[in-house]
């Protein structure tokens, strides 16, 4: 049984820092591609950025040059580090990986406050 559980999420005031943390379970971690999605309130879930098992990272534009999802395999975790945060960033926070279904973790809320 697949479990992710996230953590780091809070409120923080615009242009400050939180670092996202998403703890995987019951997979071999270090071959899949893991993912954060956001969904804001009223808004569709959208992906935010994503690593491969080789590393290999992309990331929606809107969080480019702002945003770093790493991982550490030996610790089954995925990151994503927010720099210079907006109030737009403000969402629930999810962690994603897929197996044969898709597995997602219970969400960690992120408030920028203006």
């Known amino acids: 049984q697949v479990q992710l559980v996230e953590s780091g999420g809070g409120l923080v005031q615009a242009g400050g820092s939180l670092r996202l943390s998403c703890a995987a379970s019951?997979?071999?971690?270090?071959?899949?591609?893991m993912g954060w999605y956001r969904q804001a309130p009223g808004k569709q879930r959208e992906l935010v950025a994503r690593i491969t098992a080789g590393s290999n990272t992309n990331y929606a534009d809107s969080v480019k040059g702002r945003f770093t999802i790493s991982r550490d395999n030996a610790k089954n975790t995925v990151y994503l580090q927010m720099n210079s945060l907006k109030p737009e960033d403000t969402a629930v926070y999810y962690c994603n990986v897929q197996t044969m279904v898709n597995n997602w973790g219970q969400g960690t809320q992120v408030t920028v406050s203006s």
């Open positions: 019951g997979i071999i971690f270090s071959i899949y591609t």
